[in-house]
């Protein structure tokens, strides 16, 4: 792990997974959290990668934490945008 493409498959598959699932800010906040311990995502030191993934998995401590569905998409498509400029 640790290449472009493991990080552009990574985040295209939260992609589909926040854009298919019926939203629930919970699972949703678990789902992010356990890819980014199965994944290690520390390996590919990206810290705009980890700040949108411990946003996301953060919703679970509290409404004041809440980030909607499409927000959550937009996050993803914008740095999947980026990845391909750069």
């Known amino acids: 792990m640790n290449t472009y493409g493991d990080k552009k498959d990574l985040v295209s ?5 926040a854009r298919e699932k019926p939203f629930d800010p919970m699972k949703c906040a678990k789902y992010f959290y356990a890819q980014k311990l199965d994944e290690k995502i520390y390996r590919f030191n990206d810290e705009e990668l980890n700040r949108i993934i411990d946003e996301v998995s953060g919703m679970d401590a509290g409404d ?23």
């Open 13 to 17: 598959h939260l992609l589909e997974y």
């Open 64 to 86: 004041e934490f809440f980030i909607a569905q499409e927000e959550i998409i937009s996050m993803l498509i914008g740095y999947l945008e980026g990845m391909s400029k750069g």
